[in-house]
């Protein structure tokens, strides 16, 4: 399991394109944090009572999570399944000793792993803003949380629509992953809470609200039901492979 996880973090270090989407989001949360300094702290000017800190805190929180999790995972997870149709790999690691459960956990782990560094690449930015009063360490660890429930769920769905089909995956991942992020702020209020984007947004607010952890709960279960969907689907094949091999 811990070679197809290296080798998935070396498959999207040695891509360009990763470091250019490294670039651009450290460019990205940069912009966003130097526009909304100065746009907040000018309006505190005519409104005291504005928090400063908090609200940039929740647009940088928000911005990296829609280029994370909205953007960058499904692509580094539908290139994962990909880069082993490609080289036709699938069929070796179905014949290996290692099971399909094993399978499945190095391809996740080694996306969202590569996502992490990804953010860990803003560290700094969001480190600066803590002498705006921007955060509290209980928002950081449950902004994480949220984080990492959410991209398991879409990297999981993105790993099903790679299995399933041929053509235009990344289209049909990225209708599904922005309708679950943006449909349901459209929608009457209670739909909100079907928004990851709802629940990061919560997260910073001074109260706590026990919805935020409903809702984490509720992201890892269907995480779980997309995995185990998965896995059958793959042991079938599993086991078709080896009928064949003793034939």
Not at 46 to 56: E, K
Not at 147 to 163: E, P, Q, R, Y
Not at 206 to 229: D, R, T
Request: positive net charge; glycine residues 6%; charged residues 15%.
């Amino acid at each position: 399991m811990f070679a197809i996880i290296i080798k998935d973090l070396r498959l999207h270090a040695n891509q360009p394109k990763y470091r250019l989407l490294q670039f651009s989001i450290v460019l990205l949360i940069s912009a966003m944090f130097f526009i909304a300094t100065v746009e907040y702290f000018v309006s505190t000017r005519s409104n005291s009572q504005i928090d400063t800190g908090r609200n940039i805190f929740t647009i940088l929180v928000s911005t990296l999570f829609i280029a994370i999790t909205g953007v960058v995972a499904p692509i580094l997870a539908i290139e994962s399944i990909q880069d082993e149709r490609r080289n036709a790999n699938f069929d070796l690691l179905y014949l290996s000793r290692l099971s399909v459960v094993q399978i499945l956990l190095g391809k996740l782990t080694g996306v969202l792993l590569a996502s992490f560094a990804l953010i860990l690449m803003t560290a700094p930015i969001f480190i600066l803003s803590t002498f705006t009063g921007g955060f509290r360490l209980r928002d950081l660890l449950t902004c994480g949380i949220v984080f990492l429930s959410t991209n398991t769920l879409f990297v999981l769905i993105s790993f099903s629509l790679a299995l399933s089909l041929h053509e235009n995956i990344l289209s049909y991942g990225y209708g599904i992953i922005l309708a679950v992020i943006f449909l349901p702020l459209v929608a009457p209020k209670p739909i909100w809470w079907i928004s990851p984007l709802t629940i990061l947004i919560e997260t910073v607010k001074p109260e706590s609200n026990p919805k935020v952890w409903l809702n984490v709960g509720g992201y890892f279960a269907v995480a779980l039901l997309i995995f185990i969907l998965i896995h059958q689907r793959l042991a079938f094949k599993v086991k078709g492979l080896k009928l064949r091999g003793r034939q």
